[in-house]
């Protein structure tokens, strides 16, 4: 039984990467969910009544006091007191009383005058006044009211009635407005004394406006049932729920656990040996949400560049460090202070940019604010700081949008610089919207925060991109831009030893990032590998045809085999330089596979035509074919380059010729089988280099020589 051992590799490759793939994400949950679970998982105390609390205990929910918002509402209750409603008809009825008493004596002092059977005019005596008085006052007056007093009244003169008449009037409506209950007559009556002795009056007449007001002050208000229950029950709505808050401070360490305290540790479930596991479930279920996205944008992500262990371990470590720094600073954060303004959040997501790409960088930052909302909760289970996460969400896109066009490490400075006044214009956003009114110093100091923040996450960055661009060998960005410098000792090596070969890379270069920009790989990756790719021709540079300037071939004199040996070698002396001067490992993988296992056909047919027994494979590059998509467009791009140079008038049909012939070859010898290129995207490269050489080779006027333009004369 023969066992294909090319499969078996491919199938261990696959599951190798499954599993690392696996074992990150995995990891990554377990960081979430030890940062995270504190924060909602209740922890429970045994404690004794009248016992010292060894620590400060908050409350982990927000829940009603029943019992204390009962006590409070009978204390409402009881402080009630009895509704009474007054009787406006009695009250009218008593100043009746005043206003006949006043009206029948003005009447009878003004009486018409008799005569008598002479003529004469005849005179009523007081007694005989009185007694007419007695005739029109209605019974009650003359029951209550001694002759005495009603004697006393009518000898006064009528100015004086009137100011009695006025002033009892007053004092009576102000007693009786106020109401008078059955246990308070004598007092309002005292009340009247009080007020009547102090008048301007004469002292008689003041004692009969006494007399007649106690006739008059008699009981008006009376007990009321229904206004004592409707006030009994608005006492009662005006008592809001006592609440315990998330957050609250039961006891406080040190303090004596009395037995109101125990009620509402027990209330709040602080007591309950039996643990609530319904938010450890939530929390795993968001956690596993989000660990999907984030599964899913890496799977992503590995179609457009090969993952391996240390980009794995790398976002890994970027997952493990943001939430390790949220975590530190939560234990010091408190709903006053606002400390979270202060976590360098960008840090994360900018290194994830630099190192991997801008999406990656944007699913990490909404799964990183969500996770902060949970770890600056303030310990307070089922609650979330929204404000939080939206701080850190905006300061992570910042941080992404504005580290855009990466020329060197100046740009992070320049996108912090972006961040800042996100971060500045976020806590400006929360402080005008809060209902609280902040003290400027609170203000300047929460500005003052999320300015720092914004400088730490550049220093951070700038600091540790080297570690994982040198310690984990990951290729970012900026080190491209470090390796395309035309002063790095390797392309200077190119340019003076073999400097056609020099020019071929650059042309090169330009035909593969225009190429990999237009089917969405990275353009700069093609270009700095196109730049080092022929680095092993170095080696024997007299020995490839664009370093033969003038000067005779040296394969003229060497047997087929031996030329064919030079040949193959140069990818991976190449490679081998590289790894010598530990240029990262992506460049060497495209140097050594930018000719995959085509065959020399040139030397092979030479040795067919001198020899019988040629094997084709001693005339094939060992391989490996192209990996990925930038490694297989260098491969065409270099073999068109080369064969288009080659052309002595290149036209626009000979040009495209060459390259649907060349691009044909590699399709049919499986050169691209490993690349993961469609054959749409094939036919965009076809396009694009046409349009590029073409633009390169384009036709020219032929202008006349002197001669020519002698024999047109």
């Known amino acids: 039984m023969r066992v294909n051992w090319k499969k078996l590799f491919r199938i261990y490759r696959i599951s190798n990467k499954s599993l690392q ?26 404690i004794e009544r009248f016992s010292n609390a060894k620590k400060t205990i908050r409350s982990p929910i927000t829940i009603e006091d029943t019992q204390e918002t ?10 009630v007191e009895d509704r009474y409603s007054i009787s406006n008809e009695i009250t009218k009825e008593r100043i009746n009383y005043i206003h ?36 029109i006052l209605s019974p009650v007056l003359i029951e209550s009211i001694e002759r005495q007093t009603l004697l006393k009244l009518m000898e006064a003169s009528e100015n004086e009635r009137s100011i009695a008449r006025e002033l009892l009037t007053t004092t009576l409506y102000n007693i009786f407005n106020d109401g008078v209950r059955t246990e308070e007559v004598s007092e309002a009556v005292d009340s009247m004394n009080h007020r009547l002795r102090y008048s301007s009056l004469t002292p008689e007449l ?12 008699v009981e008006n208000a009376f007990f009321s049932v229904e206004q004592t229950m ?67 944008e890496i799977i992503d ?12 371990t790398a976002i890994t470590l970027i997952s493990l460090g943001t939430v390790g720094l949220m975590k530190f600073v939560s234990y010091y954060a408190t709903t006053a202070n606002h400390l979270y303004i202060l976590v360098p959040i960008a840090t994360g997501t900018m290194l994830l940019k630099l190192l991997f790409s801008e999406r990656i960088a944007i699913t990490f930052a909404i799964c990183l604010s969500i996770i902060g909302t949970v770890i600056f909760n303030g310990h307070i289970p089922g609650s979330l700081n929204i404000e939080a996460g939206i701080y850190f969400l905006f300061s992570q896109l910042a941080g992404i949008l504005f ?96 400097p056609g070969t020099y020019h071929h890379s650059v042309m090169v270069a330009n035909l593969s990032e225009a190429a990999c920009e237009k089917i969405g790989a990275n353009g700069l990756l093609a270009r700095v590998a196109s730049y080092y790719h022929d680095l092993g021709k170095t080696k024997h540079p007299h020995y490839f045809i664009e370093n033969q300037m003038g000067m005779q071939n040296p394969h003229e004199y060497l047997e087929p085999m031996q030329s064919a040996a030079i040949i193959i070698s140069h ?39 001198s020899y019988k027994k040629i094997e084709e494979e001693d005339f094939r590059y060992p391989g490996p074919r192209p990996r990925t998509k930038e490694a297989a467009v260098i491969s065409i791009c270099d073999s068109i380059e080369a064969a288009v140079r080659s052309l002595d008038e290149p036209t626009k049909e000979k040009i495209d010729e060459m390259i649907t012939s060349i691009m044909h070859d590699r399709l049919t010898d499986g050169q691209l089988n490993e690349s993961s290129l469609t054959f749409s995207e094939l036919e965009v490269i076809k396009t694009t280099i046409s349009e590029t050489l073409n633009g390169i080779y384009h036709s020219r006027i032929q202008y006349p020589t002197d001669d020519k333009t002698k024999e047109a004369l």
């Not at 004692?207 to 002050?217: P, R, T």
């Not at 027990?266 to 007591?271: C, K, R």
């Open 100 to 135: 006949e008493l006043f009206d029948g004596i003005s009447t009878v002092q003004e009486s018409p005058i008799e005569l008598d059977d002479e003529g004469e005019e005849i005179k009523k005596t007081t007694a005989e006044k009185l007694q007419d008085l007695e005739q």
């Open 230 to 296: 409707e006030a009994e029950k608005q006492a009662i709505n005006n008592v809001d729920p006592v609440m315990i808050q998330a957050g609250e401070v039961i006891v406080r360490e040190g303090q004596t656990i009395t037995n109101e305290i125990y009620e509402k540790l027990t209330l709040v479930g602080l007591l309950d040996s039996d643990r609530n596991v319904f938010p450890v479930i939530g929390l795993v279920l968001l956690i596993s949400l989000l660990l999907s996205l984030i599964t899913y």
């Open 571 to 609: 990818p991976y002396d190449g490679a081998a330089i590289l790894r010598e001067h530990k240029i990262p490992k992506e460049i060497i993988d495209i140097s050594e596979q930018h000719h995959g296992t085509t065959l020399l056909k040139y030397f092979y047919y030479k040795a067919k035509n």
């Open 206 to 217: 003041r004692e009969s406006l006494i007399i007649i007001g106690q006739f008059a002050v």
């Open 21 to 46: 793939l696996a074992l990150a994400i995995a990891f990554i949950g377990v960081v979430f969910l030890i940062s995270t679970l504190s924060n909602v998982y209740t922890e429970t105390y045994e």
């Open 403 to 498: 580290l855009f066009n990466v020329k060197d490490r100046t740009t992070i400075l320049k996108a912090s610089v972006g961040s800042a006044i996100v971060n500045l214009l976020t806590v400006l956003l929360f402080l005008f919207l809060s209902y609280e009114k902040y003290e400027l110093f609170d203000s300047l100091l929460f500005s003052g925060y999320a300015l720092t923040a914004a400088f730490i996450s550049c220093v951070l960055t700038i600091g540790i991109l080297p570690f994982f661009e040198s310690g984990l060998g990951i290729l970012s960005d900026t080190k491209l831009l470090t390796l395309a410098s035309p002063n790095h000792p390797l392309l200077r090596k190119i340019l003076t030893e073999a």
């Open 301 to 312: 992500l590995s179609r457009y560049t090969q993952l391996d262990h240390k980009k794995l």
């Open 70 to 79: 009962e006590r409070r509402r009978r204390q409402a209750v009881q402080s």
